[in-house]
């Protein structure tokens, strides 16, 4: 019954099909997205042969197919694909798991592969197989990049061109899309599986691949060149300090020291740009937090993976499709201070929720933390500054400024430098007020010396040789020694 349509006729083009209703989809192979399975996957899936051989280890093309070949491939699966949607039993389908389902369209397609005469190389009838599983059960072109650990973002700029990040490097990928409505329907699949939709009326849109992956899109028209799609990869295997020390991030020293901080539970924000470590730093920080604290996260979304057995993690909801039901950053932080927290996190501080943040640090919440977007630490205070504002506080900029530096003890700079590198740059003490403004103090900090042949940047992390004002707290969890042979003191 596979071959009903008799042999592959080489003329026949993929019958256009309405790419509207897909907005019911979902992202397991349930009856929704198989609703629209025939409009997105009539397309030849062109993308995945060329992306296949760098990107995908199991599909065993080897070589770049050549543009006939690849023709010839993508009207197979085009073919085959028309076949096995009248053969298949989709409602039975969606009662498997993706694994039986990949097992399952893997026979079926050898099948009408063979029924319908076509000679394929096993390499190609691999490539058709993985192209229609992706496109039935997965994100299509992208699941390729999907699976693959060292990709950091994901970067889809309308349908044509996609980019990805590894290794600190942008680099261009041949993965694309057919056209923009294939691209919006994955879009579309993968926002509706947080129950929210993007169209013209909302075309910017947040959601969360089940992996975690953080994903924004955002649609024409207000994406000139068609819809914007950006995935931040959830790295299962999270860094750590040692991680960043074998990288070059920070030195032992350094490393001691932010150890200690953590410990002796000083208020830490983390600055620094996008993509520039933040997040991560934080979550190594905290894995030196006593096991006995009881501790509170706040995320817009869940990134942290704290080790500790007492943890309490929320995070922000956006407003649904009416517009209601939103959960801000600041409603999270407010809460918090009623669930008797001994530290709370805040996994990004950017609007009004940083005063009460500032005010848990203020009142007895010592080792809160949280990152910050700015580019250096005298940046981040005047950053805090604004997000409170930004609340409507009607604060002098004295009064605020001795919250800030009544509240913060230490900012930890991280940054990615021009040659994709990643560093703390500045490890720097929050120690006052003089007059109107906060005195900072760095303790160390990195200096960039040159550049070496390959153009990676050379330089080194200084300490000042300033005594830290935590000296004493650091003494007090006795945590001194450590300190001071990190800091190379011999004993002030
Ligand atoms: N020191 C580092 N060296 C190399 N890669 C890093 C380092 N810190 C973070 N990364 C990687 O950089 C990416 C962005 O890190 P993240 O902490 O999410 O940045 P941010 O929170 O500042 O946007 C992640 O893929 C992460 O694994
Ligand atoms: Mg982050």
């Known amino acids: 019954m596979f071959g009903r349509r008799g042999t592959a006729t080489p003329g026949a083009t993929p019958s256009p099909k309405p790419f509207g209703d897909t907005d019911k989809a979902k992202d397991k ?39 006939e070949a690849k023709e010839k491939l993508d009207e197979v699966k085009v073919n085959v694909f028309n076949d096995l949607m009248e053969a298949v039993d989709l409602a039975e389908l969606s009662s498997l798991t993706a694994e039986q389902v990949r097992e399952e369209i893997n026979d079926m397609v050898s099948e009408i592969i063979s029924m319908r005469g076509l000679v394929l190389s096993i390499q190609e009838q691999q490539t058709v ?30 349908p044509d061109v996609c980019y990805i990040e590894v290794g600190g490097k942008m680099e261009k990928t041949e993965v694309s899309f057919r056209d923009q409505a294939q691209l919006m329907n994955i879009c579309q699949r993968i926002v509706s599986a947080v129950g929210r939709r993007v169209d013209e009326a909302s075309p910017i849109c947040d959601a969360r691949l089940a992996d975690g992956s953080r994903v924004n899109v955002i649609a024409p028209p207000l994406a000139i060149d068609g819809t914007a799609l950006t995935i ?23 490393k001691q020291v932010l150890e200690v901080i953590s410990a002796i539970r000083l208020n830490t924000l983390i600055s620094g740009g996008t993509g520039s470590g933040k997040t991560t730093l934080l979550n190594c920080m905290t894995g030196h937090i006593d096991p006995d604290e009881r501790i509170i996260t706040c995320e817009d979304s869940a990134e942290l993976q704290l080790q500790q057995p007492h943890v309490v993690r929320l995070e922000t909801r956006p407003p649904n499709l009416e517009g209601k039901g939103e959960i801000t950053m600041r409603d999270l932080v407010k809460n918090c201070l009623r669930m008797r927290p001994e530290r709370i996190i805040v996994g990004e501080v950017r609007g009004p929720e940083a005063f009460d943040l500032l005010q848990a640090m203020n009142t007895g919440h010592d080792g809160s933390m949280g990152t910050v977007h700015a580019n ?26 001795e919250q800030i530096s009544g509240a913060v003890n230490v900012i930890v700079q991280a940054a990615r430098l021009r040659d994709g590198s990643r560093k703390i740059t500045h490890l720097t003490e929050v120690v006052g007020m003089e007059g109107e403004v906060v005195t900072l103090q760095d303790i160390c900090v990195y200096e960039i010396e040159g550049e070496d042949a390959s153009g990676k940047l050379v330089g080194r992390h200084k300490f000042t040789g300033m005594r830290p004002s935590f000296w004493d707290k650091a003494r ?8 001071a042979e990190a800091l190379q003191f011999t004993g002030a």
């Not at 995945?48 to 199991?58: I, N, Q, R, V």
């Open 29 to 67: 192979p349930a009856p929704a997205p198989t609703a629209d399975k025939p409009a997105e996957d009539d397309q030849p899936v062109e993308a995945a042969p060329p992306s296949a051989p760098t990107a995908e280890p199991k599909s065993k093309a080897d070589a770049p197919l050549s543009n």
């Open 129 to 158: 197989i993985q192209d229609i599983c992706n496109d039935i059960l997965g994100l299509g072109p992208l699941e390729p990049l999907l699976v693959r650990d060292d990709i950091a973002d994901l970067m889809v700029n309308g």
């Open 232 to 254: 931040r990869k959830f790295k299962k295997d999270k860094l750590t300090l040692d991680d960043l020390l074998n990288f070059g991030s920070i030195t032992p020293e350094l």
């Open 376 to 401: 250096n630490p005298r940046e981040a205070i005047s950053r805090v500054e604004n997000m409170i504002m930004m609340g409507g506080y009607n604060l002098p900029s004295k009064a605020m400024r």
């Open 476 to 483: 007090y969890y006795g945590l001194e020694a450590k300190l």
